[in-house]
């Protein structure tokens, strides 16, 4: 069943239930009004008859004819005595409003010979009952097929203007990110329009945030597929190459110690050079110290080993009473720092670093803070940046960058702490 159908019928249930309410009034109403213009009329029939049979005379037909709840009715000589029909009404409206009792009614024999039915007639106060029930029924019928109509207009332009959003919703929910809502003039269209145009924009630019990140990820996955390469080749490579040509070397001069040696004391500096290289790449592909050294110390180590190469001076303020993190959270504090220091040394212009983690409240937080050039103004988030975000994202926590034109940046990263 349609939305227009269900509000029809609860508006013609709603109708129906007043109508029924001020009919049950307006009958309650009019039940009183009758009882007492019947009581009325019995005594104005007790007194005409009393004053019939006292004087005769005084009861003219001209007199008479005119009154409104009260019936007088002159028998001929041959007529039936009969009682005649008092009430000319519906008998459904005369046993609801008048009950199990009848009328009052009087048949006189007048000393002149004339005989008289004198009865009440509530004839009259029951058409207009009837007639009063009749307009309400068909004032509420005139306004409950009114207002089925502007109910049927209202929800079919409503209707029409639900059915662009969802046509837009499905074009989104495809992939068409372009599609926009028209305004409306209806104040609360207009306002969800605005707000479905606005996600829709948000979408388009985090698609093609997505699609651009994506690229730059399978660029940065190739460097690093290329710097391995080379490292391999170039480093390692060259170290086998030299240690094989002087294990050979050493077949050559068996017989010569000092040669051997000299062969010896070289190979076991180019093997040195080949362990460094290795435990350098190994470091890069992941950092090894984590699983042997505390947090706090794989962090002073990282930053010892990044201010030695980059010659700018970091320092390091690790808070007291650190809580154990699980392996993962670790790692990602670990890299998050790594990333950080890497795009201070890139982009940062900085002669100086403070990193600090502490507890704030009921978590943790980490703050890198140089006193760079910063940015004058913002920038698209890089690479590096949304990596952090995603890492702050799977600790939980909320990453914070903060630009300061001449005087550097700031990251601060809030995370909470398990139960």
């Known amino acids: 069943m349609s939305a227009l159908w269900r509000i029809n019928l609860w508006v013609t249930a709603c109708f129906a239930l007043l109508t029924l309410a001020g009919a049950g009034l307006l009958l309650r109403q009019a039940a009183d009004d009758v009882e007492r213009e019947v009581q009325s009329a019995e005594a104005l029939v007790q007194y005409l008859g009393d004053s019939a049979e006292r004087q005769p005379a005084s009861l003219q037909p001209e007199l008479t004819r005119s009154l409104r709840h009260v019936r007088v009715h002159w028998l001929a000589p041959d007529e039936d005595l009969t009682p005649l029909s008092t009430i000319a009404a519906d008998g459904w409206l005369e046993r609801l409003l008048l009950g199990d009792s009848s009328p009052s009614t009087r048949l006189l024999q007048l000393n002149d010979g004339r005989r008289v039915l004198i009865a ?5 106060e029951l058409g207009e009952v009837r007639q009063a029930l009749q307009q309400w029924f068909g004032l509420c019928a005139l306004a409950l097929l009114l207002s089925l109509l502007s109910i049927g207009w209202a929800v079919r332009r409503g209707r029409a203007w ?21 305004s409306s003039a209806l104040p609360e269209t207009r306002q969800l329009a605005e707000h479905f145009n606005r996600m829709a924009s948000a979408l388009e630019q985090a698609h093609c945030d997505n699609q651009q990140l994506t690229q730059s990820l399978l660029a940065v996955q190739e460097q ?10 170039d480093d390692l490579g060259q170290y086998l190459a030299g240690i094989r040509a002087q294990a050979c070397l050493l077949r050559l001069v068996v017989d010569q110690p000092a040669r051997v040696a000299s062969t010896a004391q070289s190979l076991e500096l180019n093997c040195e050079h080949l ?8 470091q890069d592909l992941y950092p090894v110290v984590l699983g042997h050294l505390p947090l706090a110390e794989a962090l002073g180590l990282l930053v010892q080993q990044w ?7 970091c320092r390091l303020r690790v808070g007291e009473r650190l809580p154990a993190l699980p392996r993962a959270s670790n790692t990602h504090l670990y890299r998050l720092l790594q990333e950080a220091l890497t795009n201070v040394a ?16 009921p978590g943790l937080r980490l703050l890198i803070r140089d006193n760079g050039r910063g940015a004058p103004q913002a920038r698209r988030t890089g ?5 952090m975000a995603e890492r702050a994202r799977s600790l939980g926590g909320e990453l914070r960058i903060i630009n300061c034109p001449g005087a550097g940046w700031a990251l601060v990263l809030d995370m909470p702490l398990e139960a």
């Open 120 to 124: 009440v007639n509530a004839a009259a």
């Open 162 to 182: 639900l059915d662009e959003v969802l046509h837009a919703l499905g074009q989104v929910s495809d992939g068409q990110m372009v599609v926009r809502l028209r």
């Open 224 to 233: 690093e597929r290329n710097h391995l390469a080379q490292t391999l080749h």
């Open 275 to 282: 362990q460094q290289g290795f435990r350098a790449m190994v």
């Open 307 to 313: 201010q030695a190469r980059q010659g700018i001076e």
């Open 346 to 361: 890139r982009h940062a212009g900085a002669s100086q670093v403070r990193v600090r983690l502490q507890r704030s409240g």
């Open 383 to 387: 690479v590096g940046l949304h990596s």
